[in-house]
């Protein structure tokens, strides 16, 4: 026998919990999904051979990637509400020939602590912060400065990783420790700034450092311009930087241009660095790269030129091989690179493979 149920008649009491409840469990669910971890990393390797190396004229190597430096990290969020959410990134760059950690730093000085030349657990990033939806992001630690952040738009793949073919950020340094960093994003306006301490008891203000940039997205326009001065640790000196430029896409090819004035407060070292350069999307796999840079140095009569060109196909989403090829010519009074053996002129190449994951 059924025993029927008496008919439950519902009050708007009722009707009021359901809903909060609803809001309970969607909002819970909502959080849930905005918030969480992701492993990623790239894995940027290159058989390389050119002539002109300290203590060897001719040299065939593996080595670091042309395109990035080797790293693995760790990245997320928590949604806090009210579109508020904590933010943070760990960032470790290895050697992938070796599996050596890098970004060590020999001795202190313009906005990084020594580690006395070995590398870092999380050399590239090491941060924490907060995001606000509409207001930007706020974040501290070991992170990149603002002018290297602006300028990575004035060249056709950003910033490259290989020695010979970096100039822009050796003048805008890529990473500091003890940063305050500000990012916000407005439409197709964008600025960041950032403050890093220089912990140093009655010498703090002399070493720290401090940037502003600013950011102009829209369309097929990308342009930006930054200035950044960066404080000597043990003696008055400052680095001052400050450029402009950008990149265009007109169809299948992205145009990129720049300039970058580089000064010092004691030396009386001053440069005037000018960039320029294409990428092509040949095909859907295949991308043809050309960069080229000239660092004029004022105070030596000395210049540099460097030429490189790049041809990538992307086997998958996630891998590619490149084949590329660099010249660099030292000319007049200016200071010879590391990875010259001897002034004049240096060639190289290789080919690459590279893996996201």
Known sequence: ?????????????????????????SGAAQA??????????????????????????????????????SRWGMR????????????FNLESGFDPTTGVSSQGTATANYGQQGTGGQGRLFGRQAWVGLSKEGAGRLTFGRQFTTAYDAAGRFQPNGH????????????????QDNMAKFFGQWGALSTGAHYTFGEVPGQTKRSSSYGISLG???????????????????????????????????????????????????????NDVFTGGLAVSATRALTLSVASHYDRQRNAEGSRIMVTGVADYNLSKRTDVYAEVDFN???GGYARPSFMGVKGSKVGGGIGLRHRF
């Open 1 to 25: 026998m059924r025993i029927r149920q008496p008919h439950r008649t519902w009050t708007y009491k009722d009707l009021a919990t359901g809903v909060a409840l609803g809001v309970a469990i």
């Open 32 to 69: 849930q999904a905005s918030s969480g971890v992701n492993l990623y990393g790239i894995i940027d390797t290159n058989i390389r051979y050119s002539n002109n190396n300290a203590g060897d004229k001719h040299l065939a190597e593996l080595s670091d990637g042309y395109f990035n430096g």
């Open 76 to 87: 997320g969020s928590e949604a806090l509400g009210e579109g508020l959410s904590a933010i």
């Open 160 to 175: 490259p990783n290989l020695d010979a073919v970096t100039i822009i950020n050796g003048y805008t340094g890529p990473r």
């Open 216 to 270: 102009y997205t829209r369309g097929p326009v990308d342009v930006g311009a930054f200035w950044q001065q960066a404080n000597a640790l043990t003696t008055p000196e400052a680095r001052k930087v400050w450029g402009l430029g950008g990149n265009y896409q007109w169809g299948i090819v992205k145009l990129t241009f720049g300039y970058l004035n580089n000064r010092f407060d004691v030396s009386p070292t001053r």
């Open 329 to 331: 010519r030292i000319h």
